[in-house]
Every structure is written in structure tokens, then in C-alpha cells.
């Protein structure tokens, strides 16, 4: 199951934006899966709801879009770092 290699992966690096002390909350993760990727969207999106529900995220969803070709792009990571200027 590529998908579930793939959506650990991304919450590694979620991870590690995030930073050692954990400041800022990840709301939203945005993937782009092509095609052609070699990947299930619906699949993929199961597993980070899954692995994105638990510690140290909770609250954080993925946001999976098709597009054309063989694109696979962790697109955008959403944090809410309790900083209502920004």
C-alpha cells in the first residue's frame, strides 16, 4: 500500500515544519496527486485523516486534488501558529 508510505512521509515533514517545540497547530495539509502518480486520491486521503488525527496533529485534515500527469506535491501546510496578524 504505496498510500500509506506515502501520507507517513507527509506528516514527517508536517513534523518537521512544525519545529522541536511544537508551537504552531497544523490545520490543513494540501497534496496534489497526478493521474498517473501511481496513487489512489481517495486511499491516500484515508490515511492522512488517519495518521493526521492523531498526536502531535489532532485536529489537522488533508486536502487531496487530482490534477493531470504524474505530479505528486506536498502542496501547502496550513499551521495556525496563535498569531492573528498574520
Request: with cysteine; glycine share 12%; aromatic share 4%.
Given at each position: 500500500m504505496h498510500e500509506l508510505s506515502v501520507a507517513m512521509e507527509v506528516c514527517?515533514?508536517?513534523?518537521?515544519r512544525l519545529g522541536p517545540?511544537?508551537?504552531?497547530?497544523?490545520?490543513?495539509?494540501?497534496l496534489q496527486v497526478g493521474d498517473d502518480?501511481?496513487?489512489?486520491?481517495?486511499?491516500?486521503?484515508?490515511?492522512?485523516?488517519?495518521?493526521l488525527s492523531q498526536p502531535p496533529f489532532g485536529e489537522a485534515r488533508a486536502?487531496?486534488?487530482r490534477c493531470a500527469g504524474n505530479v505528486l506535491r506536498l502542496d501547502y501546510l496550513e499551521v495556525d501558529d496563535g498569531n492573528p496578524d498574520n
Open positions: 514527517r515533514m508536517a513534523e518537521e517545540d511544537g508551537s504552531g497547530r497544523l490545520r490543513l495539509v494540501g502518480a501511481g496513487l489512489e486520491p481517495e486511499n491516500l486521503s484515508f490515511c492522512l485523516d488517519a495518521l486536502s487531496v486534488e
